[in-house]
């Protein structure tokens, strides 16, 4: 009987772990095609732009309504839809914008719809796992969140390869082949087994867990953690560019590529090792060389040497968010979905609030990122204040409700 719950309990991560997948094409697909977009719709660049802003927009807006409905509709309409919503997004990008009036109009359509399928398995994907019945969930979590990881190295790299074979015309074809992946494991998440999150108790209400010191902490933690993972990540290609002379291309590859590709090895380590590893100790050892890394991006002379920082970045920071959420789990173990949904929302306005910043302060500093990364110090520094904040205050009781 043990083998075969062990099987099914398998199958659930599965399909999370394709979720993650399915989650990452929804989130760098479409970015790949920026300028394919403005030269075959004719299209301004400063709209174009909207489509970022529109994902996570629609993604912040999923988080707060899933403390909402999630627990009312269930999980697995919810995340079966989620999937269904990529699916229909990524198809809805290669027709609606020749299909509707403005294809600017198709584009921000589609891109909503696949924002909410994001958005859901976002705040679904970790609580479902959390609620197996592993004997390690901080090292599962760790690695559930490694796949969002190797989605994003896959889709730059399979994009770019598609592209090269086929050419860039026939991004249409590729957009419904990315869909493929949702549409299958529809039916995985449809017949996985789905443990309740809070087991036979309520969930706690957002109003019970904004009294709770802890859970506060841990917000501002999921905000430092986005925004060093953002800033670092979108900016890392113009990083690359701009430091070291390269192409568009080779900057992808060797900036937020190369990011994803640590961010994903630190996932795997905890999540193969996380027995052995104490988390806090490894979240904050964490925290101080995602320090270093913006320290060394911003004041470094050498350019091959902030490019590391970069890169190293994405090693940093991979602990981070599903480090926080293990913790909230483990101390808030009746938080339910609301806490999930808030600690997810938190997370995705440090990733919306922290790149704008590095921006902001390079355009006002005469296009010199290395400036704005300067100024992105200040979220791993908040972050490992909130760190020694959280190690203290994990050691009450579990708070149940």
Not at 127 to 143: D, G, N, Q, R, W
Not at 185 to 209: H, Q, R, W
Not at 286 to 314: E, H, M, Q
Not at 359 to 382: E, K, S, W, Y
């Amino acid at each position: 009987m043990a083998v075969n719950m062990a099987k099914n309990y398998k199958k659930t991560l599965v399909a999370c772990y394709l979720g993650f997948i399915t989650q990452a094409i929804a989130a760098n697909f479409a970015p790949l095609l920026f300028l394919t977009f403005h030269t075959t719709y004719q299209i301004p660049l400063g709209k174009i732009a909207l489509v970022s802003t529109v994902f996570f927009l629609t993604q912040l807006i999923v988080d707060v309504l899933c403390s909402y409905f999630v627990d009312r509709i269930g999980y697995r309409v919810c995340v079966v839809a989620s999937e269904l919503c990529t699916a229909g997004g990524l198809v809805g990008l290669a027709f609606l914008p020749d299909l509707l009036p403005d294809p600017l109009a198709g584009i921000l359509t589609s891109v909503v719809i696949y924002a909410i399928g994001s958005g859901l398995l976002e705040v679904l994907g970790s609580p479902i796992v959390e609620a197996c019945p592993f004997a390690h969930k901080e090292a599962a979590m760790s690695l559930l969140h490694s796949f969002y990881c190797w989605g994003s190295v896959g889709v730059i790299l399979l994009s770019t390869l598609f592209f090269a074979l086929f050419g860039i015309g026939n991004w249409k074809w590729l957009a419904c082949i990315w869909a493929v992946l949702p549409l299958y494991n529809i039916y995985n998440f449809a017949t996985c087994p789905i443990e309740p999150v809070t087991g036979e108790d309520k969930g706690m209400n957002i109003s019970t867990l904004l009294r709770t010191p802890l859970f506060w902490v841990s917000l501002v933690l999921m905000v430092c953690a986005g925004a060093s993972e953002l800033s670092m990540a979108q900016w890392a290609s113009a990083y690359a560019e701009s430091a070291l002379g390269l192409s568009k291309a080779m900057g992808d590859l060797a900036g937020p590529c190369l990011f994803a590709v640590t961010m994903g090895i630190s996932r795997v380590i905890f999540g193969k090792f996380g027995d052995r590893l104490d988390l806090m100790r490894f979240m904050f050892g964490s925290g101080c060389l995602c320090l270093a890394c913006y320290v060394s991006a911003s004041l470094s002379s050498n350019p091959l040497l902030g490019l590391t920082g970069c890169i190293l970045c994405g090693f940093s920071v991979g602990i981070m968010w599903p480090g926080t959420i293990s913790i909230c789990s483990k101390k808030l173990p009746g938080g339910g979905t609301a806490m999930f949904a808030l600690l997810a929302m938190a997370g995705d306005l440090g990733g919306a609030f922290g790149p704008s910043l590095v921006g902001n302060i390079t355009q006002h500093a005469d296009n010199d990122l290395r400036r704005g990364m300067l100024a992105g110090c200040i979220f791993p520094l908040v972050l490992l204040l909130s760190l020694l904040l959280l190690k203290g205050l994990r050691r009450g009781k579990p708070i149940h409700n």
